[in-house]
């Protein structure tokens, strides 16, 4: 064969036929925009590790979603950030009638009701502990845990909650809290479960942004350990069986081949989160003149949706579909 015949740069020879011919796509539909809240009015202070990401009180985060709104970004999720006075071993503000966070996502419905709002369904904003679960003895109890979420996503789903995203990593969590929210009338909720959240260093930013850290030992009891590939089709199993309508891997650039691995294992959508430390990282080495920003974020967003995400979870959605209208 006269391999001058096979010349694949012919299909890269112009930017109408590399336009033509890309095999991945990212629609704003298929991103979401995370938003840190925090209790009170006109407040708005961004987060040191996370340049350009802030933690805003809920009057100030419905003007930043209406912005977001006229991008076609309609997808958020609502991270709290609770007073000290406010914690305690059981998380019991997460589901208190006056807590702020259930408010603001009634607010955010009622301005917006053709958004998707998603929540956070663990302890750990709420616990005096910092842990996902009840913590006594230095072991996090599972069981007793259940409960917990249990009344956790009620009060969300009452609020107007169209997602719960339980983020806690307990066993057997999708499958109470679906039993729960459906004898309450809540069929039409959906669960994105934190399938794959692995125990990772790439949370650090985050828990700055939330006061979020544990105040003793650490999550590896329940987060997954990141040697592990297996493990993650065992999760992923286990949710959907349970009633999961979404599977998501955390964090996302580190585990590309754990999103390939549920895409193929499962029909469900499979949800990436490109979580606060893989967003400073790209911040930092911008800052200092090392790699070409935007250019960075399409590559990393392009490298989890090929990888097979369905939906991205991502802070640099919003500038992501900035730059992008921009070039139009």
């Known amino acids: 064969m006269n391999l001058n015949t096979k010349r694949p740069r012919r299909n890269r020879k112009s930017e109408a036929i590399r336009a033509m011919v890309q095999e991945t796509h990212i629609q704003p539909s298929q991103l979401i925009y ?59 503000y997460s589901y208190h009638p006056e807590c702020y966070y259930l408010r603001a996502i009634r607010e955010f419905k009622a301005r917006f009701p053709d958004c998707t709002i998603i929540t956070d369904v663990a302890m750990d904003p709420y616990s005096s502990d910092g842990h996902d ?19 956790m ?20 969590r999708v499958g109470h809290l679906r039993k729960a929210l459906d004898a309450n009338g809540f069929n039409q909720v959906s669960i994105m479960s934190y399938t794959a ?30 040697p592990n590939a297996r493990e993650a089709l065992i999760e992923a199993a286990l949710d959907e069986e349970e009633g999961a309508d979404f599977l998501m891997v955390k964090p996302a650039l580190a ?17 990436a989160y490109n979580v606060s430390g893989e967003y400073a ?8 003149g090392w790699i070409d920003e935007q250019r960075a974020v399409e590559e990393v967003l392009m490298s989890i949706k090929r990888a097979g ?20």
């Open 34 to 92: 995370p938003f840190f809240l925090m209790d009170g009015l006109a407040q708005k202070t961004e987060i040191s590790s996370m340049p350009g990401i802030f933690r805003q009180t809920v009057d100030m985060a419905l003007l930043e979603a209406e912005a977001c709104m006229a991008l076609g970004l309609k997808n958020f999720i609502l991270f709290p950030a609770i007073d000290e006075q406010h914690k305690d071993r059981y998380a019991s």
């Open 133 to 151: 679960g009840i913590y006594e003895n230095g072991k996090i109890l599972n069981d007793e845990t259940l409960s917990v979420l249990d009344k």
């Open 281 to 288: 990282m790209i911040k930092a080495a911008a800052a200092n």
């Open 255 to 271: 585990y590309l081949d754990i999103i390939a691995k549920l895409k193929s294992a499962s029909n469900l959508p499979i949800v």
């Open 309 to 328: 995400a369905d939906i991205i979870i991502t802070y640099f959605a919003k500038q992501y579909l900035q730059a992008r209208l921009a070039k139009a």
């Open 197 to 226: 959240k692995y125990a990772s260093c790439f949370y650090g930013p985050f828990r700055d942004a939330l006061d979020s850290a544990p105040k003793h030992g650490n999550k590896l009891s329940y987060q997954m350990s990141p």
């Open 153 to 172: 996503a009620l009060a969300q789903a009452t609020a107007g909650a169209d997602i719960l995203g339980p983020s806690d990593m307990m066993d057997g």
